[in-house]
Nanobody
Framework: QVQVVESGGGLVQPGGSLRLSCVVS???????????MGWYRQAPGKQRELVDS???????NYPASVKGRLTISRDNTENTVYLQMNSLKSEDTAVYYC????????WGQGTQVIVSS
């Protein structure tokens, strides 16, 4: 069964940066590289939302609210997806998850990001 493990979260001040990582294991590089992947987040009391996605190639898509601040990338040789987060705001506080698009695998534990002074 495919396993997704996110890491890299933490406490950061407004305006700061973080780089999240997501390692997908128990699948081959060929299979991993064939899927689009996305980073999602769930803030307290809110539904999980998609914040950035990347195709099996390098095309990305993101909502206007994160444009220029959150950048997704992938390393298909390492079955890993990254989310570079810059100019963080308090509203970016959430648990961040990554998963396959459109049909997710079982969800991982996520990684907590807290933006606070």
């Amino acid at each position: 069964q495919v396993q997704v493990v996110e890491s890299g979260g933490g406490l950061v001040q407004p305006g700061g940066s973080l780089r999240l990582s997501c390692v997908v294991s128990r699948t081959t590089r060929t299979i991993f590289s064939s899927y689009a992947m996305g980073w999602y987040r769930q803030a307290p009391g809110k539904q999980r939302e998609l914040v950035d996605s990347i195709t099996s190639g390098t095309s990305t898509n993101y909502p206007a609210s994160v444009k220029g601040r959150l950048t997704i990338s992938r390393d298909n040789t390492e079955n890993t997806v990254y989310l570079q987060m810059n100019s963080l705001k308090s509203e970016d506080t959430a648990v961040y998850y990554c998963n396959r698009i459109p049909i997710p695998w079982d969800w991982g534990q996520g990684t907590q990001v807290i933006v606070s002074s």
